[in-house]
């Protein structure tokens, strides 16, 4: 579940973030509604019956419990649980993935639905797995190392217990993988990182000890025996993806009497092309199972064929087409700012002034959902000196204008720092969204506001739903964003391979 009662909190961190959220999304209802939240001293039978219903507590007698962990917060969590009792109708299933028994409830609907089955490993924020499921696929576990990206899959994933994602290392799991994954998977998805490319003179450079995660995955992927594997990675990869090529045609199980292989292609695909508003090359791989092979007459190499053609003459989006219809922001000018709500600078939960579904591309990117509330929209602090050279920049300018010549601090090491500042070109697709943007933003400057890319503008450019929330500190957000496949492509990917799957 989502919430561990205050008896068996293992994270308080995390436990108290959840309880802000729902206290920020009952907020954001009351003033969208223009409502009061009055604020209340006790608690009525009621209130801790819902109190359980979440998952805070397990009975009564933890209140006291309850309020010693979050402290100075109580009153205005009771008074916001309070309000949503007496406005449960208006406020529908906002708070749905904050509460242990709704969640269990959309779980046990999602169990009896029949749909394909996939796993997801280095799973991350669950870019990957928002595409499949919008592709009507049903997750059935999910694994990263991160504990942010643990916390933001969960909370959006509602309809997959919390204990079938797992925080843990895949070394750690997969020579008994099947305590986790004990079904019959249709395919198995993943982007395992692999830094070792520069080894150019190994034979075989993705043995590389860097590389040594990649090899987990394909070890996980024999244990398995998907009839699909969708694997994704850098487009440095392409140095070695005749090695990868040959892993995967090495795998040879035998099940049941039944023998088990692969046969694998790959191509690099550009998520512009799948209606993303940004461009960003990655090279995909499909391996398909020999007897699924042989039974559906299709191969990898075909089925790249026919998303690619099923892809063609989409209709390619810009900047401009994430950027629109959101609340212009500046960005704060004092340090230590990043993490403090403000009306001018963005807050982490807040009343979308607009309703979600104005142009073309949010309305493909929200499932033509009007979303009235707005997350991780929030400008990073600029100092006075990268301020200037944001507010100086023409869209297209990098680091070499001279306009900045006087001012940018790396004058003397322009070879290294060209790409150091760059205003985006509204009227072209994004420049590709990183997660070196949680070091900094500079290569990210909007193209007409004097800041850089909030969090969601970056999410809308990988074309996450705007009701996706990003939990964790803020600029950690930057990083689950930027390390993220675009939902769109995943979902394009996921369409074409589930006609061989019905």
């Known amino acids: 579940m989502i919430f561990e009662s205050v008896n068996h909190i293992t994270d308080k961190s995390s436990f108290l973030e ?92 999602e169990q009896k639905k029949t749909k394909p089955l996939f796993v997801d490993f280095f799973a991350g924020a669950g870019g990957l797995s928002c595409g499949f499921m919008q592709a009507g696929y049903k997750v059935d576990f999910a694994n990263d190392f991160e504990d942010v990206c643990v916390r933001t899959y969960r909370y959006n994933h509602p309809e997959l217990p919390a204990d079938r994602v797992l925080k843990n290392d895949i070394r750690q799991i997969v020579d008994h993988i099947e305590e986790y994954v004990n079904k019959s998977i249709d395919v198995v998805v993943g982007g395992p990182p692999c830094q070792g490319f520069s080894s150019a003179n190994q034979q075989r450079i993705i043995d590389d000890p860097r590389n040594e995660l990649y090899k987990y995955f394909i070890k996980a992927v024999k244990k398995i025996l998907p009839k699909f594997v969708v694997m994704e990675n850098v487009k440095g990869m392409l140095s070695v993806a005749d090695q990868v090529v040959e892993d995967y045609q090495n795998i040879d199980e035998t099940r049941n009497g039944c023998k088990f292989s692969y046969k694998v292609a790959y191509r690099l695909l550009n998520s512009v092309n799948f209606s993303v508003a940004q461009s960003r090359e990655r090279l995909i791989y499909i391996a398909i199972r020999t007897d699924v092979i042989e039974t559906k007459q299709i191969t990898p190499e075909l089925l790249f064929e026919q998303i ?168 950690k957000t930057y990083m689950q964003i930027g390390n993220a496949v675009p939902c769109l492509m995943a979902k394009c990917i996921a369409s074409e391979i589930k006609k061989y799957l019905l």
């Open 18 to 109: 959840k309880i802000l959220i729902y206290i920020r999304l009952v907020e954001v209802y009351a003033e969208r509604m223009g409502l009061y939240i009055p604020t209340i001293d006790n608690t009525t039978s009621e209130i801790e019956e819902e109190l359980i219903n979440i998952g805070v507590i397990s009975e009564s007698t933890d209140l006291s419990l309850l309020k010693s962990i979050i402290k100075t917060e109580y009153l205005r969590f009771i008074s916001c649980v309070s309000f949503y009792l007496a406005n449960k109708e208006g406020m529908g299933t906002l708070l749905d993935k904050l509460n242990n028994k709704k969640r269990k409830e959309l779980q046990e609907a």
């Open 308 to 475: 690619l053609k099923n892809n063609e003459g989409k209709k390619l989006f810009v900047l401009r087409d994430a950027l629109e219809y959101i609340k212009p922001l500046d960005a704060p000018r004092v340090k230590n700012m990043n993490e403090v709500d403000d009306e001018s600078t963005g807050k982490k939960i807040d009343v979308n002034t607009h309703n979600g579904d104005e142009n073309e591309y949010l309305q493909l990117i929200n499932g033509e959902r009007k979303i009235p509330y707005l997350f991780n929209h929030k400008a990073r602090f600029v100092n006075d000196i990268n301020y200037d050279i944001y507010r100086l920049l023409n869209q297209g300018d990098d680091a070499s204008d001279p306009k900045i010549a006087d001012i940018m601090p790396y004058t003397n090491r322009l070879h290294c720092f060209k790409d150091k500042y760059y205003k985006l070109i509204a009227d072209k697709p994004s420049r590709t969204i990183t997660a070196h943007l949680r070091m900094d933003c500079h290569s990210h400057i909007h193209p007409f506001q004097i800041r850089a890319l909030t969090p969601r503008e970056a999410a809308r450019c990988q074309s996450f739903p705007d009701d996706y929330l990003f939990l964790g500190a803020y600029l």
